[in-house]
């Protein structure tokens, strides 16, 4: 399966005053990346709350930042799962400069995991069923 792909731009609001999007702007971009992810899969996190009491909360994150992004500029985060396990999934999301307009540029890495959780105690769960095989839909190769 290939990556997932949410297109995003870059608004003055995400920028600092360098005209360079800010550091943090990132995991915003990435969190939204990862949410239309499993809408696009038919498994939204409000569903699994909603029927299981459950929720995915990230428990460890390293971010990468190898050019920066900047006012206007069209962005897309490449999401991809590396592995999935009882109640964790390993992801990848890449935050890319397309090749709309010259060759395609790697602007940052982010390697994270998500735990599933009881919304009641915030204890580790198993992932549902259909949103494990969601996930396993965008593990690489």
């Avoid at 360079?20 to 409000?46: K, Q």
């Avoid at 890449?94 to 599933?116: H, I, K, N």
Wanted: aromatic share 8%.
């Amino acid at each position: 399966m290939t990556p997932h792909r949410y297109r995003l731009r870059t608004y003055y609001e995400d920028t600092d005053a360098g005209g360079i999007v800010y550091h943090a702007n990132y995991l915003r971009f990435a969190e939204r990346a990862r949410t239309e992810a499993l809408r696009d899969m038919g498994v939204a996190h409000a569903e699994m709350s909603a029927l299981h009491g459950l929720f995915f909360m990230v428990r460890r994150i390293k971010v990468d930042y190898l050019a920066p992004a900047r006012l206007d500029d069209s962005l897309e985060v490449e999401t991809t799962t590396l592995a999935v396990g009882a109640a964790t999934v390993d992801l990848r999301q890449d935050v890319v400069r397309p090749a709309d307009a010259g060759p395609a540029v790697l602007l940052a890495r982010l390697e994270l995991q998500l735990v599933c959780g009881r919304i009641a105690d915030q204890r580790p769960a198993r992932i549902p069923p259909r949103w494990r095989e969601a996930m396993r839909r965008l593990e690489q190769g």
